[in-house]
């Protein structure tokens, strides 16, 4: 889902191919993909700044820090959030857990039979 990233499927490579050689398993391995604060920060090899999908979704960059993290220069969205959250200005909605189906019905898709 991060964009520019693509994750071949085990019936167009080898299973060691995609985990050592693709690039959707390969941008964010190590540490040579962060910016700061992460590049710089002690607790990097802890938390490999945080979650990418979430830096992505709460900021347009998959590779800055976690917007979770108080050191994020974005860190003021997940704030504005949980204090929106607690003015009860948000309209809870059920868990969904991740599933074939629940996932393809996220994304729009229709389910299909099978
Ligand atoms: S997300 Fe925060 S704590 Fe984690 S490496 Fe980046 S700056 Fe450090």
Redesign the pocket.
């Known amino acids: 889902m991060l964009p520019g990233l693509g994750f071949p499927s085990v019936h167009d490579a080898c299973l060691e191919a995609i985990w050592y050689e693709s690039e959707g398993f390969n941008r964010f391995r190590g540490d040579e993909w962060m910016k700061e ?2 590049r710089s ?1 002690p ?2 090899a802890k ?1 490999f ?2 979650c990418r999908w979430q830096a992505y979704l709460l900021t347009g960059d998959p590779a800055g ?2 917007p979770v ?1 108080d ?2 220069p974005h860190h003021d969205r997940v704030m504005a959030a949980v204090a929106q959250a607690h003015a009860g200005n948000v309209v809870a909605k059920p868990m969904v857990f991740r599933s074939n189906r629940n996932s393809r019905a996220l994304a729009g898709e229709r389910p299909s039979s099978a």
């Open positions: 604060p992460c920060c607790e990097k938390d700044g945080g820090a976690d993290c050191l994020s």
